[in-house]
Nanobody, 127 residues
Framework: QLTLVESGGGLVQPGESLRLSCATS????????IGWSRQAPGDAREVISC????????DYARSVKGRFTISRDNAKNTVFLEMNNLRLEDTGIYYC????????????????????WGQGTQVTVTS
């Protein structure tokens, strides 16, 4: 079983940056595509990014594209989410999970069938 633990959240002001980490254990990370999602109080979960098992392709939600970058270091069993130019609406709990399936549609990665999400890490953007 793949275990995932998120970290790196914090309290920042608009325009600042944070780097989240998703540390994995239990099974080789290189066998899994990994996604990040977030959830604000009262809102539905939003899957915001995904990276395929080899780190060759990524996908982003429109809300974060151009500001967030997902990457992975399989040797260190860690997936990262670099978040730049943070906005008030980025506030929420951020989670990572393994994708059950991936597809490549028109050269674009699509991840789906996510397993259990971790405990999450809180990101608060406030002025």
């Amino acid at each position: 079983q793949l275990t995932l633990v998120e970290s790196g959240g914090g309290l920042v002001q608009p325009g600042e940056s944070l780097r989240l980490s998703c540390a994995t254990s239990g099974l080789p990370l290189g066998s899994y595509a990994i996604g990040w999602s977030r959830q604000a109080p009262g809102d539905a979960r939003e899957v915001i990014s995904c990276i395929d098992d080899g780190g060759r392709m990524t996908d982003y939600a429109r809300s974060v594209k151009g500001r967030f970058t997902i990457s992975r270091d399989n040797a260190k069993n860690t997936v990262f989410l670099e978040m730049n130019n943070l906005r008030l609406e980025d506030t929420g709990i951020y989670y990572c999970s393994a994708a059950g399936s991936t597809s490549y549609v028109g050269g674009t990665l699509r991840c789906s069938g996510f397993g259990s999400w971790g405990q999450g890490t809180q990101v608060t953007v406030t002025s």
